[in-house]
T-cell receptor
Framework: GAGVSQSPSNKVTEKGKDVELRCDPI?????LYWYRQRLGQGLEFLIY????????KSGLPSDRFSAERTGESVSTLTIQRTQQEDSAVYLC??????????FGSGTRLTVV | AQSVTQPDIHITVSEGASLELRCNYS??????LFWYVQSPGQGLQLLLK??????LVQGIKGFEAEFKRSQSSFNLRKPSVHWSDAAEYFC???????????FGTGTRLTVIP
């Protein structure tokens, strides 16, 4: 597509439920990134996919967080047993390397 | 420790005034450097980037930034601010050999008439 698409744009979930966030990168972009942005804070790196290589999961905050990507297409970020501190905007970006990220509009997750 | 610092959390300027947003980083080698802007409820938009060469880079919307190696800084400037520039601005650094960008905590710009 023309840009990075994320869905849903907003998600309200009850504490303890699992959620899945979706990211459709720009076609042809081999790299895909997930970031978390808490209210009033900067972006926190979560995970990075590059082609068919093993993902860099060094930013995932706990084992409740996981992500998958099939080839160079869609990625899903899954948060299990959500907690209130998981409330944030989750941003996805894709690129052909570090030289230019394109961000999606994000998914605003609210855990109540 | 490796870090990206934006020392100004919030800046208020009058429309038409000049603007400078500060960014300092601490990484070993000269990294890739970026400035992004985020309007409320939106994703991040790339304003400009520096990889090598001329240390003064021009971006979109009339913004420019200057890389100063001796100061490990990459400050963003605009000679005359417009009301539509009100947004959150993020400096980002891509260290050599890293897989991802590291972001500062952002500077919120308010523009008053």
């Amino acid at each position: 597509g023309a840009g990075v698409s994320q869905s849903p744009s907003n998600k309200v979930t009850e504490k303890g439920k699992d959620v899945e966030l979706r990211c459709d990168p720009i076609s042809g972009h081999t790299a895909l990134y997930w970031y978390r942005q808490r209210l009033g804070q900067g972006l926190e790196f979560l995970i990075y996919f590059q082609g068919n290589s093993a993902p860099d999961k060094s930013g995932l905050p706990s084992d409740r967080f996981s992500a998958e990507r099939t080839g160079e297409s869609v990625s899903t970020l899954t948060i299990q047993r959500t907690q209130q501190e998981d409330s944030a905007v989750y941003l996805c970006a894709s690129s052909l390397g570090l030289r230019g990220y394109t961000f999606g509009s994000g998914t605003r997750l609210t855990v109540v | 420790a490796q870090s990206v610092t934006q020392p100004d959390i919030h800046i208020t300027v009058s429309e038409g005034a000049s603007l400078e947003l500060r960014c300092n980083y601490s990484y070993g080698a000269t990294p890739y450097l970026f400035w992004y802007v985020q309007s409320p409820g939106q994703g991040l938009q790339l304003l400009l980037k520096y990889f090598s060469g001329d240390t003064l880079v021009q971006g979109i919307k009339g913004f420019e930034a200057e890389f100063k190696r001796s100061q490990s800084s990459f400050n963003l400037r605009k000679p005359s601010v417009h009301w539509s520039d009100a947004a959150e601005y993020f400096c980002a650094v891509g260290p050599t050999g890293a897989n991802n960008l590291f972001f500062g905590t952002g500077t919120r710009l308010t523009v008053i008439p």
